[in-house]
T-cell receptor, first 116, second 112 residues
């Protein structure tokens, strides 16, 4: 257990429905990252926050995706009008960034999304 | 584009042998590379980081090398055990965001 938690661990939904995932990073970590991982591939970067500010979004993050980190602690990732191609593992990671390079990211267990 | 490439074929070895996994990078020179372990249905777990000015780094049965001429990092597990069976991911950190760019991972299976 890295100390990063994600909820739910599994989500099954029907195409067209909206889903929301939550990530609770390690409490003193001010940077939070979202990644998506499909079967047989490595995680792909989606977006990241420093405190409550969303600093970068990947081209993978279509306009159906939105992420927030309102108080600089937990974060949510919402997918609207889900499509079958959204089926993947969604991973959250955090780091205690302090302005210099850092050695490692702490990943949560992920949320497995299945869109039927 | 700046790519991280790992052998997508699974590596199947006998317990006690040394497992060697390869990570190649193209079109850039990363300041450092990281190696993570991922078990099925779980998030990646950090194992080792090696900087470009380090030739080799060790942690218990793990060893990582970094060859900037070949643009390659090798990850070794000595005296492998069935519990080492997992997918191993190589990653580099990008710019000031420190977001990670991962390879596709190599699955290791250690037979008892």
């Amino acid at each position: 257990d890295t100390g990063v938690s994600q909820d739910p661990r599994h989500k099954i939904t029907k195409r067209g429905q909206n889903v929301t995932f939550r990530c609770d990073p390690i409490s003193e970590h001010n940077r939070l990252y979202w990644y998506r991982q499909t079967l047989g591939q490595g995680p792909e970067f989606l977006t990241y926050f420093q405190n409550e500010a969303q600093l970068e979004k990947s081209r993978l993050l279509s306009d159906r995706f939105s992420a927030e980190r309102p108080k600089g602690s937990f974060s949510t990732l919402e997918i609207q009008r889900t499509e079958q191609g959204d089926s993947a593992m969604y991973l959250c990671a955090s780091i205690p960034w302090s302005g210099t390079s850092t050695d490692t990211q702490y990943f949560g267990p992920g949320t497995r999304l299945t869109v039927l | 584009s700046q790519k991280i490439e790992q052998n997508s074929e699974a590596l199947n070895i006998q317990e006690g042998k040394t497992a060697t996994l390869t990570c190649n990078y193209t079109n850039y020179s990363p300041a450092y590379l990281q190696w993570y372990r991922q078990d099925p249905g779980r998030g990646p777990v950090f194992l080792l980081l090696i900087r470009e000015n380090e030739k080799e780094k060790r942690k218990e049965r793990l060893k990582v090398t970094f060859d900037t001429t070949l643009k390659q990092s090798l990850f070794h597990i000595t005296a492998s055990q069935p519990a080492d069976s997992a997918t191993y991911l190589c990653a580099r950190s990008m710019d000031s965001s420190y977001k990670l760019i991962f390879g596709s991972g190599t699955r290791l299976l250690v037979r008892p």
